[in-house]
């Protein structure tokens, strides 16, 4: 589709149009909420996008009455702690199953892969009763160790590292650099386009999770932000001007995040590998 | 696994190029040894957190577990109630209906929306982040935003629906219509997501086939028939496998579900993920609501096996 035949312009500009009217359709909920976030109580419900009388109190609000800073300061802890140690891990691990050679490598691989397909949701109630047993009931251990373990970033990071040319080990193999110089001066640095993705990603993803921090956590000092702002909402129920400022402030660093790396994400997204 | 076996060869050339006797067995060793060492902390890891809580969860429905911590062997009681149980049963019903209806709404928005911006427009690349933005905000936020878009009377959407002349409607209130609601807003959340697994997949397909349609004068939908469609067919089978397994599995649901709805009204968006986190946190009827868990495990490894089948192995080839 060059642009030899002038015919052609107008059916991309409309094409143009339709995509662009999808897409404003699909962020309007988004700019709603940072709308219905600078309007007073009296006109959080009227329909203009622009607030006539635009304000910050529901942002002082939230901040005041809530201890909203300590609940962000737990997520970015908790968030920040399990993406280091997964990626970590999950670069060692997928090293190995990428490049070693060791008896039951492929059943092991096929074993981490399926685990793939239990979702928290599924493995609640034992997940909750074992970490429970274990004594990390209502701590900052059971809301981090349990969330490390996904063999997403795995599997990921193990075709990843298929790609890379043998020959760069094997010089360093010649250097007498063992496994682990192997790993950390080669293999790291030639991975980090992918590091940054996942980094992205599993930050995002813990900064989202609400499920395990609602069911791990009752004491209020350890809650993460999403369980914080359902909770802020069964509390006040009507005072929407309030509830789209926490969900605002709840948003804005994972959107802050996406606009950052979006070329990453979505690069890692697109060879998330299902050939 | 085709990738694994190529990786072997190559490192069997590899190995072949050192001297070979003692020092090729002892090297042998020494991977062994690293490669242990490094898969350790998350094969343990998965192990513990994954593994263990998914054998639990199949022998915890053979007994009564209460809350503080009374544990009775009560064989398959669990499984007989279950059977017998009204309100489990209508969860699995809603949970099939909304499952259906998010693959297939999910598969055809998210894929002609791939469509769309893979077409050479400007600005595609700010549109194409337009559509995966909502994908980036958490589902709880997600919830609390639709909640107060759809507000009974007052809400956006039913303001613009009066001012249509279309009439305002309890889209959450109403049983009729809460489930349709949640599916919608699934889709709107992951669209984006699929529609760049769906644009990964079209730019896979050589260019040349479509410079010989357009030689050849095929109109767009013989193109898409012919040719985008069979070649699309790995991707599409990727989709419609992950979104299943993630519907049946409550990736996204619950959370939305937990903050829009709560299962109602009437149970009328009471998955089946939900209802069982009710009988375990609400009620402390873990053993229960674990009998109910390996229900939906066994329905998981059903889609699991039948996955590795259909695909031949996680290689999502046809023909």
């Given amino acids: ?191 980090r386009p992918m590091i940054a993705a996942l980094f ?18 009752q004491n209020q000092n350890l809650w993460m932000i999403q369980v914080a702002i359902a909770s802020f909402q069964t509390q006040y129920a009507a005072a929407w001007n309030y509830i789209m400022a926490a969900a605002t402030v709840t948003a804005l660093p994972t959107m802050a995040l996406f606009f950052i790396f979006q070329r990453q994400l979505i690069e890692s997204i697109k060879t998330s590998g299902f050939k | 696994m085709s990738a694994g076996t190529t990786a072997e060869t190559k490192t069997e050339n590899h190995q072949n190029g050192k001297p070979p006797g003692r020092r090729r067995l002892s090297r042998r060793h020494r991977e062994w040894l690293a490669a242990s060492l490094f898969v350790f902390p998350d094969t343990l890891g998965l192990l513990v957190f994954v593994g ?3 054998v639990l969860a199949l022998a915890m429905g053979l007994f009564n577990v209460s809350g503080f911590g009374g544990i009775t062997f009560v064989g398959l009681a669990n499984y007989e109630r279950m059977l017998s149980d009204s309100l489990f049963l209508e969860s699995l019903k809603v949970t099939v209906i909304y499952v259906v209806s998010f693959v297939v709404g999910n598969f055809v928005i998210s894929l002609a929306l ?48 009066e001012a249509l002349g279309l009439g305002s409607h309890s889209w959450l209130g109403n049983p009729r219509f809460a489930l349709a609601t949640v599916v919608a807003v699934s889709i709107w959340f992951l669209m984006g997501y699929y529609m760049v697994i769906f644009l990964a997949g079209l730019q896979e397909i050589p260019q040349e086939y479509y410079d010989a349609a357009k030689v050849d004068g095929a109109r767009s939908w013989q193109t898409f028939r012919h040719i985008t469609w069979p070649l699309l067919k790995p991707t599409s089978f990727f989709v419609l496998i992950v979104s299943t397994i993630s519907g049946v599995a409550g990736f996204q649901t619950f959370d939305l579900i937990y903050v829009m709805t709560t299962g109602g009204p009437a149970n009328s968006t009471s998955l089946g993920i939900f209802y069982i986190y009710q009988q375990a946190f609400q009620f402390n009827d873990y053993g229960y609501a674990a009998a109910m868990a390996s229900f939906l495990v066994l329905i998981l490894l059903i889609a699991t096996a039948a996955m590795f089948i259909l695909t031949r192995g996680g290689r999502f080839e046809t023909d």
């Fill in chain 2, 114 to 161: 791939a469509l769309l911006v893979k077409q050479k427009i400007p600005f595609v690349g700010v549109l194409r982040s337009m559509f995966f933005l909502p994908y980036v905000v958490s589902l709880v936020v997600i919830g609390l935003v639709w909640k107060f878009m759809l507000l009974d009377q007052v809400g956006i959407v039913n303001r613009i629906l």
């Fill in chain 2, 52 to 54: 263990i809580p998914m």
């Fill in chain 1, 1 to 191: 589709m060059r642009p030899t035949n002038l015919s052609l312009q107008p059916t991309r500009m409309a094409l143009f149009m339709l995509a662009l009217v999808l897409a404003l359709l699909t962020i309007f909920p988004l700019l709603w909420m940072v709308s219905g976030a600078f309007k007073g109580p009296g006109e959080v419900n009227s329909l203009n996008l622009i607030p006539t009388h635009p304000t910050l109190g529901n942002f002082a609000y939230v901040f005041t009455r809530v201890p909203f800073l300590r609940y962000m300061l737990n997520t970015f802890f908790v968030a920040g702690t399990v993406t280091v140690v997964a990626l970590f891990f999950h670069t060692m691990a997928a090293y190995a199953l990428a490049r070693l050679r060791f008896p039951g490598r492929d059943i092991l691989f096929f074993a981490i892969f399926s685990t793939l397909l239990v979702a928290l949701p599924v493995i609640l109630v034992p997940l909750f009763i074992l970490v429970k047993t274990l004594g990390m009931l209502n701590s900052y251990w059971g809301l981090i160790v349990p969330a490390i373990f996904n063999a997403f970033g795995i599997f990921l990071l193990r075709q990843y590292y298929q790609g890379i040319p043998r020959e760069l080990e094997d010089a360093a193999f010649v250097d007498g650099c063992g496994y682990w110089g192997v790993y950390r001066h080669v293999i790291l640095p030639l991975s």
């Fill in chain 1, 200 to 217: 992205v990603f599993f930050f995002l993803a813990n900064w989202n999770s609400f499920l395990w921090p609602l069911t791990i956590t």
